[in-house]
């Protein structure tokens, strides 16, 4: 199933990184936080994300092709972000995973 991820800054709106962008990620539970690695982000982008650490969301959008999208919203708060420049990666913990899908509010 098609899905695309998106960090952006809580505040803004602000768009940081966008997984169409050519990048790839993972999920992975540890405990009650779940790690998001995304690869191929450049530096500026894991500069500004590392640096607004504490005002991030991220959403992923399954993107089913015969059903309505399915989003999920994942509040960052206190938690663990990194950037590791040598190898393009980003690596968020996040917490309080919220699942909506719209076509079940707006007909």
Partial sequence: M???????HSVTGRMFVNSTEG???SFDKKGDLTLITIYGVSADKGAA??????ELNVFRFEEPEAGPIIKHWYYV??????YDEAEQ?????????????????WE
């Fill in 2 to 8: 098609p899905e695309r991820v998106l960090v952006k």
């Fill in 23 to 25: 990048l790839t990620y």
């Fill in 49 to 54: 994300v590392v640096e607004h650490k504490s």
């Fill in 77 to 82: 708060g206190e938690n663990p972000v990194s």
């Fill in 89 to 105: 990666c980003l690596t968020l913990s996040v917490q309080s995973e919220i699942e909506y899908r719209p076509d079940q509010y």
